[in-house]
């Protein structure tokens, strides 16, 4: 019996934290052929594996997605990559509008144009606000950050592209996602990566204002195999879901629970000048769970002595500031020092 011809799947972002998963959840999927594309600036090249092809690259290049596009006509395409720090974008406008917008209207023309059957983005719970939780799709998004802005824009196009030409798409928002490969030498996001660091350089947990700011913290592997599957779920073509954790926590208690996985339980804590930043924001998923049929979550436990098995195994990046800050006004002076040591 002659082999069935697998399609061809693209994945942006493949070699960051969510990427890297869902890249992995594709490969079990076993009926596609997997190009990942990342050009390396968020991620690390440790985190691919051998069954994809990997093509270093960014999707501000419209000249290589052009290519790519033309070679492999991919019939799916896994839209992760972002530079997804939320608080950051206030300063860095021009830079998170070329790679988080722009970036993805150059990968939404290039999938009209290869006829791709279905697009799977990876908004934001950004996209909100500080609309009162939990976030449920049918409220109206009010983004108070660029991040937030341009995921949102991104949302509305694909909308538009599947109504001018028929582009299938599913969005997805996931929020506080957090597990192995996370990027622990990041200052500016992923809280609980910063605080893992933290611990094992023995240095106090930072905390913005008073620590009373709730979150869902997302164990990644409950995230992953929804988005891998995405395009084969008939109910969730053409449709957008919140992803996440159900259970919201404040940032002292979240110290606490990290403190207790990385077998530091009581580790001492500083608290930093209140940032400006949405104070509560958890969100609903009764469609996504309605729709993609899913299980019971990992709880934050579990999901905590997970991600620090594997931490104290990894070796330790120094803190990598962001080299080229547009706007320094208002800036978090704990942030600051990272751009001026960069």
């Known amino acids: 019996m002659a082999e069935t011809t697998r399609q061809a799947a693209l994945i942006t972002g493949a070699a960051g934290f969510l990427g890297a998963h869902v890249m992995r959840e594709l490969v079990k999927l076993g009926n596609m ?35 790519l596009f033309e070679q492999y006509r991919f019939k799916y395409v896994y839209h992760l990559a972002a530079y997804a720090a939320e608080g950051l974008s206030h300063f860095i406008r021009r830079y998170n509008y070329t ?52 995921k949102l824009a991104v ?3 694909l909308r538009a592209a599947h109504e001018m030409f028929g582009l299938n798409y599913v969005v997805f928002r996931p929020h506080n996602v957090y597990g192995e490969y ?43 195999p929804t988005i891998a599957r995405a395009p084969f779920v008939a109910a969730a073509q053409n449709e957008v879901f919140n992803v996440g954790a159900d259970q919201p926590y404040s940032v002292n208690e979240l110290a606490e629970h990290v403190s207790k996985a990385m077998g530091k339980p009581s580790h001492p804590v500083k608290h930093l000048p209140a940032r400006n930043e949405v104070l509560h ?16 979550q990992t709880g934050l436990d579990h999901g905590l002595s997970k991600m620090a098995a594997w931490a104290r195994t990894v070796k330790l990046r120094p803190a990598q ?14 942030w600051l020092k990272y751009q001026l040591t960069a």
């Open 321 to 334: 500031g962001f080299a080229d800050i547009e706007v320094t006004k208002n800036m978090p002076p704990s």
């Open 155 to 157: 949302e509305m196009d």
């Open 182 to 224: 996370q990027n622990l030498g990041d200052p500016y996001r992923n809280v609980i990566g910063i605080f893992m660091k933290q611990i094992l350089q023995d240095d106090p947990l930072t905390i913005f204002g008073d620590g009373s700011q709730q979150r869902a913290f997302s164990y990644v592997g409950d995230m992953a």
């Open 33 to 67: 052929s997997v190009v990942a594309l990342d050009d390396l600036s968020g991620g690390f090249q440790e985190n691919l594996i051998p069954e994809v092809t990997f093509v270093k690259g960014s999707i501000t290049n419209t000249t290589l997605l052009k290519q």
């Open 99 to 150: 790679n988080n917008l722009i970036g993805s209207i150059n990968l939404i023309n290039e999938s009209v144009n290869a006829g791709t059957e279905c697009f799977v983005f990876t908004s934001s719970i950004a996209v909100y606000g500080a609309i009162e939780p939990p976030m449920v799709e049918y409220k109206t998004p009010i983004p108070e950050d660029p991040y937030g802005v341009a």
């Open 281 to 296: 924001a958890f969100s609903d998923h009764s469609k996504v769970r309605a729709a993609f049929k899913l299980g019971e």
